[in-house]
């Protein structure tokens, strides 16, 4: 299990995560947000436990996405996949989702919601993960977004799966700060 704390004067999160069968308690305070982590879960197969509050929805909906970034960072196995991807289709929405967990954060991709455009770019900065999002089609804004959650969510399944290799040309990165 990882669990990562973060405390400012805007929010208060604490987020576990756990290899799972993709059960989630999550409480926000924001109804659309707590769906949309609950989805995340399912989706990517692991257990989450998410306590948030904050002073306003852009900072509570960002702080989240980077917190549940950094805990995947901490959780994904040096020996996993790597690399994830799903089309979802949702309805009117049809969303494509491409992920790389590899340590090289990058999001591309355009949501019809500027916060969870925000979430994605923050959870993909976080999570030092490369996050390609198209929006193929789609008209209800709710159900892109929760395509595009619901696509992170399988993507990630699949990047996270333990595979005993390294997949990179570069091996395995081993990086070590020290003060002096």
């Known amino acids: 299990m990882t669990v990562v704390i973060r405390e400012s004067k805007e929010t208060q999160i604490r987020l576990a995560i756990t290899a799972g069968t993709g059960v989630a308690t999550v409480s926000t305070g924001d109804v659309f ?3 949309m982590l609950v989805a ?7 257990d989450l436990d998410v306590q948030a509050t904050g002073d306003m929805r852009h900072h509570l909906i960002e702080d ?5 970034g950094q805990a995947v960072a901490a959780f994904a196995p040096a020996g996993c996949a790597r690399y994830g991807e799903r089309t979802v289709p949702m309805d009117d929405a049809l969303v494509q989702v491409v992920l790389d967990i590899g340590g090289r954060p990058y999001y591309e991709g355009k949501l019809p919601s500027n916060l969870y455009e925000h979430f994605l770019r923050s959870f993909a900065d976080n999570a030092k993960a490369t996050l390609h999002v198209r929006v193929i089609r789609g008209f209800d804004k709710h159900h892109i977004i929760e395509a595009a959650i619901k696509g992170l969510g399988f993507a990630l399944r699949e990047a996270l799966v333990e595979t005993g290799a390294v997949f990179s040309t570069k091996g395995s990165v081993r990086l ?3 003060d002096s």
């Open 64 to 68: 989240v996405a980077i917190t549940l």
């Open 33 to 35: 947000l707590d769906h």
């Open 176 to 178: 070590e700060i020290t």
């Open 40 to 46: 995340f879960g399912r989706y990517a197969g692991v």
